[in-house]
């Protein structure tokens, strides 16, 4: 059982993640690294469960395949516990593996999102594909843009701890800026700086009791107004949350596994996506039938953003890759790319293999960021 699936585990056993991942339930790790469930944690852990599944239907917080997967896992759980096993570590993670598959949910106060595991691997890019870039290590990155609620539930707790942002967020293009979220929480939140999306990372993993991956000399950053603190920003090696990088972002956009189907390349033993299609779509960017399947786009429906999860997800399970909002990523100091165009952009900013180099300070009612997590 990897070191990330333990986690999340925990994650999940504890709705408020204010401060232990194992809360009052205790350490279910051994010495040795193994699952240690007895009856009682599994009851604890139903109980949650059916707490947070509760919640994620009163509130309306979560795509609906979620919940969907959420109910079974639920059911598996109850199986297992009703077949009276000594020890139930095996059948537990076996229950975790067919239910999630590669998917990592995570609860923050009354938001839940959810995270999709990706490869590492060597793949074309660019918008001709005549280049290739490697992502060296396997990597999470969250289902959708990082909606308002959740940016909202965030920035409230690291405000309480002393945290800085030089941007309220707005809810989505056209919503309130700053103030509690409405019926249109599950809008992408907006109009935030490159600057505030490293510190909101680091709010938002100490916050989960992870360890921030944003530091400048030796110093976690939590000053989204310290300009020369955030530009100059180290990535530290941590399993803490961040911003994709530029090319995990693509990854992540190409994906296609096995499928080799609708043009695919063919690149380190899996397909990919072409670099002049919209993340998910069958067909390049000038085929509209085939983009609109997979993205917000072109004033579609007017140019006001939409709630995220509402399209076709691509190969990984990710919704909202192109269109919809721009999204932030990280690559160094000097390169803070932009990606997947938006719902007030033509065809041609959806292509997965395209990129826009922009400010550490620009803010734009259509642009929001994604979140990732190294997998350890």
Known sequence: MTMI????????????????????????????????????????????????????????????????????????????RSAG???YADDYVAASEQAYGNAQPIIVGDAVFSMRLAPAATFPTGVHDREEATVETAFWIAETPVTYELWYEVRQWALRQGYTFSREGR????????????????????RVEWRDCIVWTNALSEMLGYNPVYTYEGQVIRDATNAEACDNAIQEDSNGFRLPTSDEWE??????????????????????????????????VSDASATREVAWYDREDGDITKEVGLKRPNTLGLYDMSGNVWEWTFTGV????????????????????????????NIDRTRGFRIAKTQF
């Open 85 to 87: 096993a000594d020890d």
């Open 251 to 284: 990854l992540a956009a190409r994906y296609q596994g096995e499928d080799s189907s609708h043009g695919a390349i063919s690149m380190g033993g899996l397909w990919w996506t072409p670099g002049e299609y919209a993340s998910g779509a069958v067909a390049p």
């Open 334 to 361: 000097t390169s803070r790319y932009q990606r997947g165009g938006a719902i007030n952009r033509g065809a041609v900013s959806l292509r997965v293999g395209a990129r826009d180099l922009q400010g550490p300070d």
């Open 5 to 80: 699936l333990r986690v999340a585990l925990l994650i999940m056993l504890c709705a408020t993640m204010a401060s232990s991942l194992a809360g009052a339930y205790g350490s279910w790790e051994t010495t040795d690294g193994a699952l240690n469930v007895d009856a009682a944690a599994l009851d604890a852990l139903i109980a949650e469960f059916e707490a947070n599944l509760e919640r994620a239907i009163r509130t309306n917080a979560a795509h609906p395949q979620y919940l969907e997967d959420l109910k079974a896992h639920l059911e598996e759980l109850n199986r297992i």
């Open 171 to 190: 809810e989505g293009s056209n919503g309130q800026t700053g103030a509690a979220p409405t019926a249109e929480q599950q809008q992408p939140v907006t």
